[in-house]
């Protein structure tokens, strides 16, 4: 009798003890969590693991702290990116903005021949217009970019697309002085994708060759087993090899120094609606010259 009382006293003891220590356990929990919500304490609870239910609740606590921490590193990652969008969209427009009403104030002074305020008037238009451009690709971009944003895929003739483009360019290619190498070939190609953002992307990326190529260009379309894949190669214009990829973020500029490296929003675009019909675009950059691929998948 006097052993079994001795037992059931141990017994109590060690589960006082337990008790003692599980509650030591929560209030420690409780402090760290405290800690943490108060900014005193920023990584994960640290606790001993002698109960499998308290290691399981903090695992939990442990993971909901990582999912938080990514959280709100994801959000400062997005704050920098909008004030790094609204920093370049004030520089761009600030430009031709203040261009356009010192040419009109010009104008305006009376100072001017018929001629000089002829010929200011449409620099000033031709500003106003590059402001407007810049504006409707902004707030395309924003609805490209928008989570709700849909784009039903269809079967499309990707050949006749590229026709209409480059024949839309020619007119600007003859301006610039740029004669382009084509290859298409005579095999049409159906690519599973949207009629409309396949046009898109390819005048962005032709619009691109406009602004900022003088010599070398190549526009190729072919069949690599069951992907369509156009190509494009331009110069480089200074972009440095590990930049490649840099070209479609928004406003990128080849090179700091020079206000003309601005790629303006096109090529984000390209690459957004490319992703938003489940396609695929990179770019590279061999010998100088910027090699850009865009690849859907072939309809069957």
Known sequence: MIWIILILIVFLMILL???????MQ??????????????????????VLLDKDIESLACSINKHIDINIKAQVKQKNSESEIKKTIASISHDL???????????????SKELSFEKQNEYMHIALKRAKSLQVLL????????????????????VNINNILYEVVTDFYDSFL????????????????VIGNEVAIKRVIENLINNIVKHSKNYVFIELKKDHNEAVLTIINE????????????FNRFYKGDSSRTDGNTGLG??????????????????????LLYIF???RIGE
Not at 177 to 183: A, E, V, Y
Not at 236 to 247: D, M, P, S, T, V
Not at 267 to 288: D, P, R, T, V
């Open 17 to 23: 003890f337990y008790l003692i220590f599980m509650k």
């Open 26 to 47: 929560i209030r420690n929990i409780k402090k760290q969590l405290d800690d943490y919500n108060s900014g005193e304490l920023n990584k994960k609870l640290d606790i």
């Open 94 to 108: 600030r430009t031709p903005l203040t261009s356009v009403i010192g040419y009109i104030q010009m104008i305006i």
């Open 136 to 155: 409707n690709d902004f707030f395309q971009l924003s609805i490209i970019e928008s989570p709700e944003y849909k784009i039903q895929n269809k079967f």
């Open 175 to 190: 301006q610039e002085r740029i004669n382009p190498n084509i290859d298409i070939k005579e095999e049409n190609i159906i």
């Open 236 to 247: 480089a214009n200074g972009i440095k090899e590990n930049e490649a990829e840099l070209i």
């Open 267 to 288: 090529l984000s675009i390209a690459k957004n609606l490319m992703e938003k019909m489940n396609g695929h675009i990179y770019a590279k950059i061999n010998n100088g």
């Open 294 to 296: 865009c690849k859907w």
